[in-house]
């Protein structure tokens, strides 16, 4: 730009302005100097504004948000489906009572899991929030209902949340309504009593 | 923004004209050249990156690993049950095609009316997820594999992911009819079966289920 050679006439005339020694002159000299500058300054600030409201939103997809528990809900729904609850050389076909125990306090010997907690039994840290259930569509409504495992019949069986003979429900951990909305989920299909099931993880 | 002046004063003489020149819009260049060095470099910035929200596609990893994982779940979950390998036996000799396919020989809207196809119903149907299954089997020739469509429901976008599973199909495996009943016609028996026997021994052919899930 030229602005410095513009500053450099202007303060070589500046002697012949000044020669002239009248203050209404100067003032005119400066031509909309004024409006120049509102202009000019409100043209940078109208960008410097945009560019502060742009940086956040480029930035979005790396913030740390979500960051660990993304593969943490991979880990440990690959970790429920291929190998707590199955073995590996069936994956996806889950144990039957070692589901429906997963939930409940007590846990059998002969699963691969132990400890209370179902964050303890997925090996999540306390300070993580992990929540697990099972949805499937057992009488073809179209619609996926938490599952719950009825215990009335010999061997127990499957069955939807409500149904007569429900007993303990598959679903465990925390409650997602606490996350205030920002989860990560992660989502497997597998087999359990005969039907395939929707095993979801959540964590927050 | 052409520059102006302020109305020349006739005692002004000596005032050379270039002052009130000079000035001129000096703030306002100023104003644009720092708006542009600012937005360059927010573009320099945009460029660095591969993925930003201003990316054409809306994939997502995150959703594609899940989409992957569902369709692993959902072929072992029917190759467990036997569903899987009853609905690739599903073979009506009459027509030469799968039981319940209209003319080009496989589903293309519609899931298939058996097991395996209400397990697809359930995980990607009703979540507005399209998938294609082929199956790729070893022809007679030792041309390497060929396939065949089971579902079709158009061309994958470039964010598809896939998933397959090995079944192996036995001489005195049976053919199933539209309603997932065996016949007595084993696959061996079959001369119009898609797959051809790959060899003389027990083993029929090993076909190879691969599901193409893509959200629309």
């Not at chain 1, 889950?94 to 997925?122: H, I, K, N, Q, S």
């Not at chain 1, 090996?123 to 215990?151: F, H, K, Q, Y």
């Amino acid at each position: 730009m030229s602005a410095s050679g513009d500053s450099s006439r202007s303060a070589t005339h500046g002697a012949d302005v000044r020669r002239v020694e009248c203050s209404e002159w100067r003032h005119r000299e400066r031509g909309q100097t004024t409006l120049d500058f509102a202009l000019g300054m409100s043209i940078f600030l109208l960008s410097l504004v945009f560019v502060v409201a742009f940086v956040p939103g480029m930035l979005e997809p790396f913030s740390g948000g979500a960051q660990s528990e993304t593969p943490a809900v991979n880990r440990v729904a690959d970790d429920l489906t291929q190998r707590t609850l199955s073995n590996a050389s069936a994956p996806y076909a889950l144990d039957e009572t070692c589901t429906a125990e997963l939930f409940t306090p007590g846990a059998p010997v002969e699963c691969r899991y132990d400890g209370t907690t179902l964050a303890d039994r997925v090996g999540v840290l306390e300070r993580s929030p992990v929540n697990v259930t099972i949805r499937g569509d057992l009488d073809d409504s179209g619609a996926d209902s938490v599952l719950c495992w009825d215990i009335s019949v010999v061997g127990g069986q499957l069955a939807e949340r409500g149904a007569s003979g429900c007993g303990p429900l598959l679903s465990g951990g925390s409650n997602p309504a606490g996350s205030g909305g920002r989860t990560v989920s992660a989502r497997r299909v597998a087999l359990l009593d005969g039907q395939d099931v929707t095993v979801e993880v959540v964590m927050w | 923004m052409t520059p102006r002046r302020p109305p020349s004063d006739p005692g002004d003489q000596e005032r050379p004209d270039a002052v009130t020149r000079t000035r001129g819009q000096a703030h306002t260049l100023e104003g644009v050249v720092s708006s542009l060095i600012l937005l360059s470099a927010v573009v320099f910035a945009l460029e660095m990156t591969a993925v930003t929200p201003l990316s054409a596609s809306t994939s997502s990893q995150h959703i594609e690993n899940q989409q992957e994982s569902t369709a692993r779940g959902v072929l072992a979950a029917a190759a467990e049950t036997g569903a899987l390998e009853r609905a690739v036996l599903s073979w009506n000799a009459t027509s030469e095609q799968f039981y319940n396919t209209s003319d080009p020989g496989y589903f293309t809207t519609d899931p298939p009316p058996n097991r395996f196809g209400t397990m697809l119903n359930r995980s990607f149907d009703r979540n507005g997820v399209a998938y294609n299954i082929y199956l790729h089997y070893r022809d007679d020739d030792d041309a390497g594999p060929d396939s065949q469509r089971l579902v079709y429901q158009g061309h994958p976008s470039d964010n598809a992911v896939q998933a397959t599973w090995s079944l192996t199909l036995f001489e005195n495996d049976p053919l199933y009819d539209h309603e997932e009943t065996p016949t007595a016609t084993t696959v061996s028996d079959e001369p119009t079966y898609f797959a051809p026997a790959a060899s003389d021994g027990a083993v029929y052919n090993v076909v190879r289920v691969e599901v193409v899930v893509w959200r629309i």
